[in-house]
């Protein structure tokens, strides 16, 4: 509408896949142990897609109501899919890594009022939520097999999914300005109220670590660590 209503909207959708192909890092020796947990390491070697679906959107319009008011209101999302991006590269199986993904709103609002020809009141009020968990693909422990100090293979979960972290913030904000003379003088109050939940299990499901693959092999853990989540 001609000098009263004005909107502008913007969308950006991204699609990306590519392969994660998964080799042995070190070949493994020719001794009888060894040999066995390459065979038994063979299914972990499966190429598997990571892939990226990403959208994100803006809305926003500014309304003159009538000379002495105007209302803003803008609207943001963000829609992001991580197919096995928890982890990824050539030394980590499928079961190694798990998906991503991002849920975001936003959402703004601002009330401008003229009261005289000195004074002015704004009132502001913001609402953001975004919630992005990590996902897992196994819930076997985690065994990260390694010859010669290099780490070869890393099959079970991984150490840090699934995970979450969600945050919920409420915000008002109220103030009134006044011109006297040479003077400016501007009071008013921010309320702003947040909920964050994050839940990060490390090692949640145990991990263990061979130093070679006849160790692999016979079950001969160099190391195992275990956390245990809270309350």
């Known amino acids: 509408v001609k000098n009263k209503l004005f909107y502008f909207v913007d969308f950006d959708g991204q699609r990306n896949t590519s392969p994660n192909v998964t080799f042995l890092q070190v070949a493994p020796p020719a001794d009888a142990d060894s040999q066995a ?12 897609v990571q892939k990226l679906d990403n959208n ?20 943001n999302l963000n829609r992001f899919k991580g197919a096995n991006f928890e982890n990824g590269g050539p030394a980590s199986a499928a079961e190694h890594t798990g998906n991503s993904n991002v849920t975001t709103d936003n959402v703004a609002v601002q009330h401008t009022r003229i009261l005289s020809s000195s004074s002015v009141l704004e009132s502001r009020f913001n609402l953001f939520r975004d919630d992005e968990p990590g ?10 097999i390694r010859q010669n100090g290099i ?3 890393s099959t079970g979960r991984n150490s840090f999914s699934p995970r979450y972290t969600n945050l ?13 003379g040479s003077h400016t003088f501007k009071a008013g109050l ?5 909920r964050i939940a994050n839940f990060f299990p490390g090692n949640f ?5 061979f130093n070679s693959y006849a160790d692999f092999a016979a079950r001969r853990a160099f190391s195992f660590t275990q956390g245990f989540a809270g309350a």
């Not at 919920?168 to 006297?180: H, R």
């Not at 921010?190 to 947040?194: A, E, K, P, T, W």
């Open 37 to 48: 947990a390459a065979r038994e390491l063979q299914p972990a070697l499966a190429p598997y």
């Open 56 to 75: 994100v959107a803006l809305f926003k319009t500014d309304w003159e109501i009538n000379g002495s008011q105007r209302l803003s209101v803008r609207y």
């Open 135 to 144: 996902l897992a693909n196994s819930e076997r422990p985690e065994a990260v």
């Open 151 to 153: 780490t070869v293979m």
């Open 168 to 180: 919920k913030s409420y915000q008002w904000l109220e103030s009134f300005s006044k011109v006297a």
């Open 190 to 194: 921010d309320m702003n109220f947040q």
């Open 205 to 209: 499901g145990g991990s263990y670590t």
